[in-house]
């Protein structure tokens, strides 16, 4: 087994982010480490996505810094992200896997297909045209293209925001099931139960500042601040 | 990306496929005028020569300013027109070898049926002084073309210079035979045709025959080899063998025996124009 | 080409029509392929890349969809002519210097509306693409390959744009019976000699014609949107 270079811990270092002249993020401090799964919480326009796209490298900090075990260049191979709505390339599900199989410089044969269609349990649409797989699907799909990186540390952006609850389920699975076999997961979500259920660490983000950061019980049972309890408790953290 | 390739070699295929003209086949280019392609005299008489030497003979038609143009350019290998002062300020200029006369045809006066003008006749000049006196309509090719240069020289006799007036009823077209007759037709106007295009025009309307016959109204042809010492690519062979073949008895049989409903349309005589 | 209507002669096969039916095709299809072959990746890497003079690359490119066919015929017969820069090879007045001179016309078409296309497409997969470590060269082939229903039509407007037009071909190739005549300079030609109703059944013939090559194109497109879309 080659010795692949370590992406964890990513450390914030003082980050702030603003979009042309709107504040998204500030002051954001803190580390990601291995273990069991992140998951960002918060509100719609708390920064979760812009967060996201900050620790996967897609936007660059406007204050501070953001900090690998190595250099960004070396590890940006072990991460991978699956969008909210992900964009389907124009071909089938099989070829959508091979493309990021091909992407990551990785062997594109048709054992490694099967498999990341089976891991996502996508086999027997392996020859349907991409975009015309229902929402559940192709978030699967998706799910099959950010493995085929056979990432350290998968981040996903609400990937179940728009699903039903069985395709919810579905993708749910999936995830514990990355998460069990040795990926840091890192993911955001506004739905509570979903971040019960999979959370190991919560990360609470409000008004574009990190709120709270810690083990997912320990939130849950007695959050610190007052946005915390605010919004566990159903209400609109304005 | 291999797709691109793919696609580029098919073109560079059918570019090479479509050339074998370029190079193994005898050809030569003619420029010669829109009168003699419109009156039909080269489908008739290329396929005879091509029968007997296999050479292919491409006719670019333009008006005669335009196919000396061509010659001077080197784009042609010969130049067969009908104006003789240009022509033969095209060999003395050292763009040509040798003007050769080959036929003659007419003009005729062309106008609407009803003639308002009333210049209905056998004198060019008198009618011509008729239009340029009650104003009548007048449809000029304007094209630097033989017959256009024929008309001028009309006018000049007849002591009438329109085209430097520029007096509304002058239409300067800019355009060939058939278009000027479409365009007389069109607005009820006289127009001065050659009688090869008149005979093969099929959309006559309601115009006719108004003046003929009068000797000013006879209209020469020549033919010249581009002059290889201007332009090495000119093939003056095959150039030469057509301009032989055309002032030869067969050539000038060819000529006299293409007709258009019984009526010959061009009058061969080498040697003598 | 006599008195026969353009029906007569499509029925009975003649031989004539056929010929300048089919150089007609050859012509522009090829003129099609070429300006695609140089415009498509140009319009595309003009979409994707940020470059000083950018904007007046393309408002030039827009503005050029709209240069005069006769304009371009007569810069390519120019240079094409023995005593112009490209005379040497002597492709003036053949079927090579028409292509030419379609491919000059519709290039900046098929450029223009490629970049439009694949900046729209880059916007809406760049974060996917980036997250997924795709080089700069392949993000131009995954973009052209995914737009290509949208390139298809974008094809067959150039084509179209070709097919209708006679001031090019006209300059550069002389209309030479059986040499470098075409559907539009027939049409032009028959209309000069007064032959009204066949230059109209020639216009219909062309019509159908490029209504046939886009009923085609559109069931291809069809066929492999439903496979492989």
């Not at chain 1, 982010?17 to 708390?46: E, M």
Request: with cysteine; charged share 20%; net charge positive.
């Amino acid at each position: 087994m080659r010795d692949r270079p370590t992406t964890l811990p990513i450390s914030f270092q003082d980050v702030a982010y603003v979009a042309g002249t709107t504040p998204i993020l500030r002051d954001v401090t803190l580390s990601i480490t291995s273990g069991p799964p992140t998951v960002l919480l918060g509100p719609n326009g708390s920064g979760k996505t812009t967060f996201l796209k900050l620790a996967m490298g897609l936007l660059t900090p406007v204050a501070g810094n953001i900090v690998y075990s190595e250099h960004r260049n070396v590890v940006r191979r072990r991460q991978a992200i699956v969008f909210q709505k992900p964009v389907m390339l124009r071909r089938t599900a099989a070829r959508n896997v091979a493309f990021a199989l091909k992407a990551a410089g990785r062997e594109q044969d048709a054992p490694a297909i099967a498999r990341l269609l089976g891991a996502v349990g996508l086999e027997a649409l392996a020859e349907r045209p991409a975009r015309r797989l229902s929402a559940g699907e192709q978030q699967r799909l998706a799910l099959a293209r950010a493995l085929a990186r056979d990432p350290e540390v998968l981040f996903l952006d609400e990937p179940t925001a728009s699903l039903d609850p069985a395709a919810t389920k579905a993708v749910e699975e999936i995830v514990t099931c990355t998460a069990e076999s040795g990926v840091k997961i890192v993911m955001s979500t506004h739905d509570l139960g979903q971040a019960r259920r999979l959370a190991g660490d919560i990360l609470f983000l409000a008004k574009g500042r990190v709120m709270e950061h810690g083990p997912a019980a320990a939130f849950f049972a007695e959050p610190a601040t007052s946005e915390a309890k605010c919004f566990l408790a159903g209400g609109l953290v304005t | 990306m291999r797709v691109r390739y793919f696609f580029l070699g098919v073109v560079l295929a059918l570019f090479a496929a479509a050339s074998p003209s370029l190079a193994q086949e005898k050809s030569i280019v003619v420029a010669s005028t829109t009168s003699t392609q419109d009156s039909g005299l080269f489908g008739f008489i290329l396929p005879k020569f091509k029968a007997k030497t296999g050479i292919d003979v491409r006719v670019i038609a333009q008006g005669t300013g335009q196919a000396l143009d061509t010659g001077r350019r080197g784009d042609a290998d010969v130049v067969f027109v009908h104006a003789k002062s240009q022509e033969e300020k095209f060999v003395a200029d050292g763009f040509g070898v040798k003007r050769f006369p080959v036929m003659y045809n007419d003009f005729i006066l062309i106008g609407p049926k009803s003639d308002p003008a009333k210049i209905e006749g056998k004198d060019i000049l008198a009618g011509l002084k008729g239009l340029a006196e009650k104003g009548s309509s007048f449809v000029s090719r304007g094209d630097k073309s033989g017959t256009h240069a024929a008309e001028l020289a009309l006018w000049k006799a007849a002591g009438v210079d329109p085209a430097a007036t520029k007096p509304g009823w002058y239409r300067e077209i800019g355009q060939g035979m058939g278009a000027a007759l479409n365009t007389a037709g069109a607005m009820s106007a006289y127009v001065l045709s050659d009688r090869g295009t008149w005979i093969s025009f099929k959309n006559k309307g309601d115009l006719k025959i108004v003046i003929e016959g009068d000797q000013r109204l006879f209209n020469q042809y020549g033919i010249i080899l581009v002059n290889p010492e201007k332009h090495q690519n000119v093939k003056k062979e095959p150039g030469q063998a057509f301009i032989d073949w055309l002032v030869s008895g067969e050539g000038q049989d060819a000529i006299r025996s293409y007709k258009i409903e019984g009526q010959q349309l061009f009058f061969p005589n080498a040697g003598q124009g | 080409m006599d008195g026969l209507t353009a029906l007569e002669l499509i029925w009975s096969g003649d031989a004539n029509l056929f010929a300048v039916v089919g150089l007609s095709l050859f012509v522009t299809l090829s003129a099609t392929i070429v300006a695609s072959a140089l415009g498509m990746p140009f319009g595309a890497l003009v979409g994707l890349t940020r470059f000083p003079g950018r904007n007046v690359i393309i408002v030039l490119l827009n503005g050029c969809m709209g240069l005069p066919p006769v304009v371009i015929g007569l810069v390519v017969f120019l240079l094409l002519s023995r005593s112009g820069p490209l005379g040497s090879f002597g492709i003036l007045f053949t079927p090579q210097a028409m292509i030419i001179a379609q491919a000059v016309l519709i290039a900046p078409i098929i450029a223009a509306l490629t970049r439009q296309v694949i900046e729209d497409l880059w916007a809406e997969y760049r974060d996917e693409l980036i997250a997924m470590d795709v080089g700069r060269t392949s993000r131009v082939a995954t973009l052209l390959w995914d737009a290509r229903f949208s390139l298809v039509t974008i094809l067959l407007a150039g084509f179209g744009r070709a097919a209708a037009e006679v001031g090019a071909v006209m300059i550069v190739g002389g209309n030479i019976d059986g040499f470098t005549r075409v559907m539009t300079t027939t049409i032009a030609l028959e209309t000069s000699k007064g032959d009204l109703p066949l230059a109209i059944g020639l216009g219909l013939v062309l019509i159908a014609v490029i209504l046939t090559i886009n009923a085609l194109a559109w069931a291809v497109r069809g066929w492999s949107e439903r496979h492989a879309g």
